[in-house]
DNA sequence: ACGCGTTTTGCAACCGGTTGCAAAAGCGGA
DNA sequence: TCCGCTTTTGCAACCGGTTGCAAAACGCGT
């Protein structure tokens, strides 16, 4: 049924190899045959079989896409700028939802099956060792968003997530709050904990502020909601940063429905600045994590590794900044 | 390199079919040449390359996922809901993005290269040509979220959308109101048209009440937004039937914007219930879309497919029903 | 028309598996 | 132990391409 090399060889009256030169590119080829050829192949709507070249070739196009965050809106822009920024330059992404699992092995296994010529995994609450069982297996791979380490063992894209923190309690205190609260995403997460790091570490500079800080359960409006109400119930700090956009929004919820005004009751700091921060009924003060640039360069960095693959590893950070809008009252 | 089935038969003492049979089920292989082979195949850290096999097989347990909606938070659920469906199955989805394209020929000729198994297309607004294009293809194609069709040439699973536009046009009459709208999505979405064609039929039906529409220019959040500031400039209607939960909700804050109370002033109406339909600060009175069944079908469908390629195309159609949440005023 | 260097071509082996077929091995009964 | 039947095994061809190599064709100068 499917038209093959040897059907079009046939059809214009050369050999299979003078077929296959005419759709590689860079062979030798003279401008005769390959006009024959093409006549042929259009003739028999032919179209390579690329998995069959990827077994000489050992290129299979394809890059293992990796992710456990299939519930935090923020993902959908980086599913869309992966998969744009794949295409682009030829490339497939193999998608893999790893909800459930935690061990790479199956992943790893599977994606070995399949050939693919590297792997980008894409989360922030993966750990480290994740990316790295794709080393080991000889498989190129990048984290991003991933935890950064000063002796990466894998190539990570993302942001300095202390930095983070440092950046975020200095925008509490530089609009004069002096009870301030960090409000994080699960605990285990290595984003969480490095945000966390850098916030107190930067709070330690400010002493006359109270600092205090909590963990909601996920990154998800759910979980920021319910830690929300459980806070003010206790007595709430004046402005919080929160773990991420998503978690802020369900924050943000429950201080209104305590019948607390934001930013003059309550503050709120989000990191992400996803599409929906910007929404008119949200309008999140929150730090923005430049997703564009690091899933560009996530990108180019796979692309390399498939020339070296044995490049060494490195750790590429983007420098976030504040989007001031309202759920922080304005410097004064 | 890489450990190849050669390399398992010579450690094993067997030939290469023999190991070929072991990681077949249901080929003939003695228990005593099993062991052997399986012992030297975890040895060695073999497993089969699935592209090698694909090529005699035929079969490359690849699906295509093709959408063009990145940019609607429904379709996180969506990519959520079928990557782990497929991969339940042990298949794997090759996602593609189609958010500029409109010709489905690179998809195909694309798809057939990577020769997979099988095609979904996941678009309420990709025309029906688009998947039909695979079947010409000779490729298997089920269109989820496709347009209902009284003779579908492609297997077609979703909604009735005209009957949707019915629901919604009752749900407003039987709440009392006599002045409604229909705010539809992008015009040229056989999805918008249905429902409207809906939505229209039922009114008529009550011809005490005003009937009016006009259109977003896509299913986002700025879109509706901007058209409901129209709406409200030039006079607005009591209720509002919205293309989608995400329309909906920009339509919800520019009329809260604009000082008008909703439901009171005026009711909003949306069409998906997505996750975030039901978080407290929205809590947007919508019209469910099962997708879960939906998606399920839609794989056991394309599944099917791969034994049975000239299956008899169908139309599986799920019933929607009214979410009550806050948006409308109650039933009198 | 001839010789030489360059380009183009086809052959055949190979990539990593699968599978029909015939031969070999295994098994139970006499 | 031998026979006949069933199960297991290896051979070899094949899936749809790619590529090194030697032979053929070409271009060009004389």
């Not at 980086?78 to 497939?92: A, K, P, S, Y």
């Not at 992943?107 to 792997?119: A, E, F, K, P, T």
């Not at 984290?143 to 894998?154: A, I, L, M, N, Q």
């Not at 564009?292 to 796979?302: A, G, M, P």
Request: aromatic share 6%.
């Amino acid at each position: 049924m499917p038209v093959t090399l040897k059907d079009v060889a046939e059809r214009a009256g050369v050999s299979r190899s003078a077929v296959s030169r005419t759709f590689t590119a860079g062979a030798s080829v003279s401008a005769k045959t390959r006009r024959k050829v093409e006549k042929a192949a259009t003739e028999l709507g032919y179209s390579p079989n690329a998995l069959a070249s990827s077994l000489t070739t050992g290129r299979t196009k394809l890059i293992g896409l990796i992710s456990n965050n299939f519930h935090n809106p923020i993902f959908l822009e980086v599913f869309d700028l992966f998969t744009r920024g794949l295409q682009e330059r030829g490339l497939r992404p193999l998608l893999v939802n790893l909800s459930d699992e935690v061990a790479p092995d199956n992943s790893v296994q599977m994606l070995r099956q399949y050939s693919v010529d590297g792997v980008v995994v894409a989360s922030s609450t993966l750990p480290p060792e994740f990316a790295e069982a794709f080393r080991s297996a000889g498989i190129p791979v990048v984290h991003s968003f991933g935890r950064y380490s000063s002796s990466p063992k894998v190539h990570v894209v993302g942001i300095d997530n202390m930095e983070c923190g440092r950046i975020a309690a200095r925008a509490l205190v530089d609009r004069g709050y002096d009870d301030v609260g960090f409000l994080g995403g699960p605990e285990r997460a290595t984003s969480t904990q490095d945000r966390f790091a850098g916030f107190r570490e930067e709070m330690l500079r400010h002493p006359q502020a109270r600092t205090r800080h909590s963990f909601a359960t996920a990154y998800s409006f759910q979980a920021g909601r319910a830690e929300m109400q459980r806070l003010i119930a206790e007595g709430p700090a004046q402005a919080y940063f929160c773990g991420d956009d998503v978690l802020s929004i369900g924050a943000l919820s429950a201080v209104r429905d305590a019948g607390l005004r934001v930013p003059e009751d309550i503050g709120i700091l989000g990191l992400n600045d996803m599409e929906m921060a910007g929404w008119e009924n949200i309008n999140l003060t929150t730090i923005r994590q430049p997703i564009r640039q690091i899933i560009r360069s996530s990108i180019e960095l796979v692309v390399a590794m498939l020339d070296e693959p044995d490049r060494y590893p490195e750790a590429r950070l983007f420098p976030c900044s504040l989007v001031e809008r309202g759920t922080l009252r304005p410097l004064s």
